[in-house]
């Protein structure tokens, strides 16, 4: 039978003694070894590039020629050094950010995950570094990957991406209808500030009842809520069909016919009007068209309905 060899584990000191003057040069001469860890072949190591005060550690290249930068840190893990490996990222404006540490802590495995999933189409690894000999050989490193980018992250971050976009198109859409409710007298919605919402609404000044305006990508709502609260399915229903009592008076002062929701397994009911003519992904002269017509029809709704809701206080 063959001799089988144990494997010692080394501390990282025990084998470069300084970081500066030890590691960062076997690892700017091996950048081949990182660039098996990640996956990644890695050409054109430098170490200590500078930017503005600081230096990075390694400064390499994919084989497409984007910039990747290497941070190597003794010890534990901590907040300078991922501040930095920032840093180092933006000034380079590099693609691919690589910590080496001897000892990742909990809140940079997640920090570095979290960064992941972001949307700036970068790539953040962070690797264990470690120091093996079997037997009496020469020692040998022992790089680990605990943190890196993958299709869930990058998926994660893409819909984080669209999430980000989709708030920030309704909040510009809001702005803009609630400008020109100011502009045109829709005094109930004063006091309301844009939102990332789906939704602005408006206290009706009777208890449970809210004028309320919707806007998806490509469709707008406008509608008398109606909703007094857990367990009220029932009241509402009957104030709603007190109200249809008035339709054909309430529809004439609007203008068009409405919508009369009683949803079935819905506590809310609603007095509504839909429209198909564009939403917050329109483009800006067809918002600014849907918003003048939003708000002149919200005008009209609370003028129609609000000599019919007082009863309700």
Known sequence: MKEITKITRLKARDVWQFEDRDLT???TDNIDVIGDVIGIQLTNAFREQTTGSFNVDIKAEDMEGNIVIVENQFGNSDHDHLGKLITYLSSFEAKTAIWI???????????INWLNEGSNGCKFFLLKLEAIQIGESAPAPLLTKIVGPSKESLDLGQVKKDDAERYNLRYSFWEQFLNRAKKNGLSSFN????SRDAWVGATASIRGMSYVAWVN???TRIELRIDRGKGSEEENLKILKEL???????????GEELQWADLEG?????IR???EDGGYKSDEQTIAVIT???VNSMIMLEKATKPYISKFK
């Open 217 to 219: 990508q490509y469709s």
């Open 101 to 111: 540490v001897e000892n990742p802590r909990t809140e940079h495995v997640n920090a």
């Open 266 to 270: 819905y506590r809310v009911c609603s």
């Open 191 to 194: 006091a309301i500030s844009a």
């Open 292 to 294: 003048e017509k939003l």
């Open 273 to 275: 009007k839909d429209y």
């Open 244 to 254: 249809q009592e008035h339709s054909a008076e309430i529809e004439k002062v609007f």
């Open 25 to 27: 040069p076997w690892l």
